[in-house]
Structures are given as structure tokens and as C-alpha cells.
């Protein structure tokens, strides 16, 4: 890591909305909900045609050409399938709930910098809608408000699976949001704001994926639990609760939560590419013709890349990763990604007071770092011992388990046995071990004649 170069991060470069009127920002606005619906088609198909490569299942590639129709056929049924509405739900909440989803997913994009400002004669505007002291605690605030429609559409089903499907989603939402937040943390510290645009252009020397390699590493984990992907996918498990929250929705309402689902993918790897990937700007782009691929209309398709590169990947895990259970899933959101990023945002913190303070020789920072590297290992090995400690518990607790005889029956009703423990033998297999044991003594007794 160059450490001069995460220290010194200037925050210069912010975008100015001053010369933009009413119908500028409308058309910004109408530009950015046309995009990401676009976008939404368009990797539908790629997806589509993706895992079927990956996973050799070639029906959507095969339906059209280049499996165009694959796509067609889906919104025609969603259009058309009939419109069933389920007794005894709120109605009000039922019908609320994708509005809500969806809503709160066409909002991200709207502090998230396209390029740099577009110049048109004399007139001059930034590729972005708007931006603020607090852009990013704003894309965290809205991404967090949208799982309430999730919440209320399991709960308004009035439903045992839509409500499961609900409950988990909050669960891993508050999970993965925590580490989120903790990674992007240090992405504005070293920034030195929170204006989208001015951590962009903080970025000009080097790219915070490799600056802040750990942060960008967990929110890449955390962006795929935050919008349910695989292996991330439980709260819509479909071997287990058919489609969680989604359940009882049909043709337009589900639509609507389709929808919100794939916008929140380009939420999350727009976002992904402003604070880690250095957003519209190409690699080395000043130093190449003058800086001419990062001006004009250039900065979008570098930005555009950039996002379905992310969009790609996630794709790519999906074909390849299967689902991991929900006690794996809690447990990796609380027990590893949380302390890691916790730790790793107060190593930054420390070495930004330390750069921005000038305290002392770099050998006495160096040994502030290291005195942070300790503290931090020693709380990781507190809590790796309660950790053992409460493993052995548990271990004790099923030694004793299994030493009892299982009584399937104890409660009233058959329950299955808990690991370590053993059905009781049925009375089938005791008739026929008895009939054995009768035939073997008739046997010896026949050979003592």
C-alpha cells in the first residue's frame, strides 16, 4: 500500500450544480430512470445467456437471436398473467410494499457522478444529478428504507412463508449493512468528504480498491447479502419458502419487486465503482492525449464498464457458488466481516490523524500502528476464547444428549434426533432380531444333538 498516497488524498474536484434549472434536472432525472431501466433489460439477458453458458442450460440462449425473444417472452407474461389478490391481507400495505421497494431503488443514482461537467457552448452542467455533504450516508439511509417494503409485503401477505421470507431479509439486511457501513467508513476518511464527486476525485492517483483493499474486499462481500444474490439468497430460498416475500405476488406487483431487485444490483455496483473503482475516470486517463479520455462524453462509458464489470461478476458467482445455510450467513456477517472492518476502519483513522497531525518520527508512528495491530489481536483473542469456550459447552451438552436415550415421543409429537443422538430401535427390527436370536438357539440346539 502507498501510504503516502492514502494520507494526502485531497478532497478537491467537487461538482457545481449552480448553472442547472428545473428542466436540466428534470431531464437528468428522466435520463437516470430510462438508463436503469434499460439496464435492467439488458442484463436480464445477460444473465440469461450467462449462466446458461456457465451452467450448461442452453434454453435462453436459443430463443431468438442470441436469445433476444428470452427476455421479450418474460414481460409479456408478467404483463398478462392473471392478477391474483389473496384474502385477509392489508390491502393498503399489500399494494404499498413494491411501490416502496421500487422507489426507494431508482434513488440511489441520483448522487452518483456519470463523468465530469459536460460543457455545451458556453453552458456547462455535471454528468449527476445532485450531490451533498452527506451523499453517501444518503445512498446508506435510502438502500436501508428500501428493505421495509420487503418487511411489509411478507407481513401484509398474511402469510407463514412471506412473513419467513420477510424476517430473514431484515435479519441479513441489518447484518451486512453494519460491515457496509463500517468498509465505507474509511473510503471518506481518507477522502476527506462524503460528496460523491469529491471521492472520485480523490482518486486521481490511485483507486481505493487498492489503497483500502480490505474495505473494498468487504463490501464487495456485503454488497451480494445486501440485495439477496446468491450465495447470499435466503430470504427468497426457493427450496424452502418458494419465493419469501414474493410469494403471494403476481404479474405487475411481482414485477415490481423483479424490478427493484435488479436496479438494486446497479445500485450497489454503481456505488462499488464511485468509492473503490474511481468512478468515470480511465486508469492513467490524465496522463493519455492530454486527458481527453476524461473529458466529454468518454467518463460515461469508462463509468458504464466499469458498472457491468460488477454486474458481471455477480452474475459469475451466482453460476457458481451455492447457497450457504443462515447460520453460516449471520455468522459471517457478525463473527468476521464486522470485527474485520471495525478494525481495519480504525487503522485508518490512525494513520490519517497521525499523517494529518504530524505526530511524531515515522518510526513512533509506526509503532502506533503496531500498538493498534496488538490491542486489536488481543480483543481477537478474548473473543476467540469465549468462542471456544462456548464451543465446548456445546459439545458438552451433546455428549450428554447422546448418552441419554432419545425418546422420540418426549413432547407429545416425533421429532428427528439432534446430532449425536440415535433412534431407538423400531419394533419391526426387534421382532425380526428376536426371531434371529430364537433361530440361532434353535440352530445350537440342533448341533448339541
Given at each position: 500500500m502507498n501510504t503516502a498516497i492514502l494520507l494526502s488524498a485531497s478532497s478537491t474536484g467537487a461538482a457545481d450544480f449552480s448553472n442547472d434549472t428545473w428542466w436540466i434536472t428534470l431531464i437528468k432525472a428522466v435520463f437516470i430512470v430510462a438508463w436503469l431501466i434499460i439496464s435492467v433489460i439488458m442484463a436480464l439477458w445477460v444473465e440469461r445467456r450467462g449462466l446458461g453458458r456457465i451452467q450448461t442450460r442452453p434454453g435462453p440462449n436459443v430463443h431468438g437471436p442470441l436469445g433476444l425473444f428470452q427476455a421479450l417472452a418474460d414481460a409479456i407474461k408478467l404483463l398478462t398473467k392473471e392478477d391474483i389478490f389473496k384474502r385477509n391481507v392489508d390491502k393498503v400495505l399489500y399494494l404499498l410494499a413494491p411501490v416502496i421497494t421500487a422507489a426507494c431503488a431508482f434513488c440511489i443514482y441520483a448522487v452518483i457522478p456519470f463523468g465530469p461537467d459536460l460543457h455545451i457552448g458556453s453552458f456547462s452542467t455535471p454528468l449527476q444529478l445532485t450531490d451533498s455533504n452527506v451523499a453517501v450516508l444518503y445512498m446508506l439511509a435510502i438502500a436501508g428504507l428500501g428493505v421495509y417494503g420487503i418487511i411489509l409485503g411478507g407481513w401484509a401477505s398474511n402469510g407463514h412463508l412471506p412473513l419467513y421470507g420477510a424476517t430473514r431479509s431484515a435479519a441479513q439486511v441489518i447484518s451486512y449493512e453494519l460491515a457496509m457501513g463500517m468498509s465505507l467508513v474509511s473510503v471518506f476518511v481518507v477522502s476527506g468528504s462524503m460528496k460523491t464527486s469529491e471521492i472520485v476525485a480523490a482518486q486521481t492517483p490511485m483507486w481505493w480498491c487498492v489503497a483500502l483493499f480490505p474495505a473494498f474486499v468487504i463490501y464487495v462481500i456485503s454488497m451480494m447479502g445486501e440485495v439477496n444474490r446468491l450465495p447470499f439468497d435466503l430470504p427468497e430460498c426457493e427450496g424452502e419458502i418458494v419465493a419469501g416475500h414474493m410469494t403471494e405476488y403476481s404479474s405487475m406487483k411481482f414485477a415490481w419487486f423483479y424490478l427493484a431487485e435488479y436496479i438494486n444490483m446497479f445500485n450497489v455496483s454503481g456505488i462499488c465503482v464511485t468509492l473503490f473503482l474511481g468512478g468515470w475516470r480511465f486508469p492513467g486517463g490524465e496522463a493519455i492525449l492530454g486527458g481527453a479520455l476524461n473529458s466529454g462524453l468518454w467518463p460515461f462509458l469508462w463509468f458504464g464498464i466499469k458498472v457491468w464489470a460488477v454486474m458481471?461478476?455477480?452474475?459469475?458467482?451466482?453460476?457458481?457458488?451455492?447457497?450457504?445455510?443462515?447460520?453460516?450467513?449471520?455468522?459471517?456477517?457478525?463473527?468476521?466481516?464486522?470485527?474485520?472492518?471495525?478494525?481495519?476502519?480504525?487503522v485508518v483513522v490512525v494513520m490519517r490523524v497521525v499523517s494529518v497531525y504530524g505526530i511524531g518520527s515515522i518510526s513512533q508512528r509506526m509503532m502506533a500502528i503496531a500498538a493498534v495491530f496488538v490491542v486489536a489481536l488481543i480483543i481477537i483473542w478474548i473473543t476467540g476464547g469465549k468462542a471456544d469456550r462456548k464451543a465446548l459447552e456445546k459439545q458438552a451438552q451433546k455428549d450428554a444428549a447422546a448418552s441419554e436415550p432419545f425418546d422420540a415421543f418426549k413432547g407429545g409429537y416425533p421429532v428427528p434426533p439432534m446430532?449425536?443422538?440415535?433412534?431407538?430401535?423400531?419394533?419391526?427390527?426387534?421382532?425380526?432380531?428376536?426371531?434371529?436370536?430364537?433361530?440361532?438357539?434353535?440352530?445350537?440346539?440342533?448341533?448339541?444333538?
Amino acid at each position: 500500500m502507498n501510504t503516502a498516497i492514502l494520507l494526502s488524498a485531497s478532497s478537491t474536484g467537487a461538482a457545481d450544480f449552480s448553472n442547472d434549472t428545473w428542466w436540466i434536472t428534470l431531464i437528468k432525472a428522466v435520463f437516470i430512470v430510462a438508463w436503469l431501466i434499460i439496464s435492467v433489460i439488458m442484463a436480464l439477458w445477460v444473465e440469461r445467456r450467462g449462466l446458461g453458458r456457465i451452467q450448461t442450460r442452453p434454453g435462453p440462449n436459443v430463443h431468438g437471436p442470441l436469445g433476444l425473444f428470452q427476455a421479450l417472452a418474460d414481460a409479456i407474461k408478467l404483463l398478462t398473467k392473471e392478477d391474483i389478490f389473496k384474502r385477509n391481507v392489508d390491502k393498503v400495505l399489500y399494494l404499498l410494499a413494491p411501490v416502496i421497494t421500487a422507489a426507494c431503488a431508482f434513488c440511489i443514482y441520483a448522487v452518483i457522478p456519470f463523468g465530469p461537467d459536460l460543457h455545451i457552448g458556453s453552458f456547462s452542467t455535471p454528468l449527476q444529478l445532485t450531490d451533498s455533504n452527506v451523499a453517501v450516508l444518503y445512498m446508506l439511509a435510502i438502500a436501508g428504507l428500501g428493505v421495509y417494503g420487503i418487511i411489509l409485503g411478507g407481513w401484509a401477505s398474511n402469510g407463514h412463508l412471506p412473513l419467513y421470507g420477510a424476517t430473514r431479509s431484515a435479519a441479513q439486511v441489518i447484518s451486512y449493512e453494519l460491515a457496509m457501513g463500517m468498509s465505507l467508513v474509511s473510503v471518506f476518511v481518507v477522502s476527506g468528504s462524503m460528496k460523491t464527486s469529491e471521492i472520485v476525485a480523490a482518486q486521481t492517483p490511485m483507486w481505493w480498491c487498492v489503497a483500502l483493499f480490505p474495505a473494498f474486499v468487504i463490501y464487495v462481500i456485503s454488497m451480494m447479502g445486501e440485495v439477496n444474490r446468491l450465495p447470499f439468497d435466503l430470504p427468497e430460498c426457493e427450496g424452502e419458502i418458494v419465493a419469501g416475500h414474493m410469494t403471494e405476488y403476481s404479474s405487475m406487483k411481482f414485477a415490481w419487486f423483479y424490478l427493484a431487485e435488479y436496479i438494486n444490483m446497479f445500485n450497489v455496483s454503481g456505488i462499488c465503482v464511485t468509492l473503490f473503482l474511481g468512478g468515470w475516470r480511465f486508469p492513467g486517463g490524465e496522463a493519455i492525449l492530454g486527458g481527453a479520455l476524461n473529458s466529454g462524453l468518454w467518463p460515461f462509458l469508462w463509468f458504464g464498464i466499469k458498472v457491468w464489470a460488477v454486474m458481471w461478476f455477480m452474475i459469475w458467482v451466482r453460476g457458481t457458488l451455492l447457497r450457504v445455510r443462515y447460520d453460516q450467513l449471520m455468522m459471517l456477517g457478525w463473527k468476521i466481516l464486522l470485527p474485520v472492518s471495525i478494525a481495519w476502519m480504525v487503522v485508518v483513522v490512525v494513520m490519517r490523524v497521525v499523517s494529518v497531525y504530524g505526530i511524531g518520527s515515522i518510526s513512533q508512528r509506526m509503532m502506533a500502528i503496531a500498538a493498534v495491530f496488538v490491542v486489536a489481536l488481543i480483543i481477537i483473542w478474548i473473543t476467540g476464547g469465549k468462542a471456544d469456550r462456548k464451543a465446548l459447552e456445546k459439545q458438552a451438552q451433546k455428549d450428554a444428549a447422546a448418552s441419554e436415550p432419545f425418546d422420540a415421543f418426549k413432547g407429545g409429537y416425533p421429532v428427528p434426533p439432534m446430532p449425536g443422538q440415535v433412534l431407538p430401535p423400531s419394533p419391526r427390527s426387534l421382532v425380526r432380531a428376536s426371531a434371529g436370536e430364537d433361530h440361532l438357539v434353535a440352530k445350537e440346539g440342533e448341533s448339541n444333538e
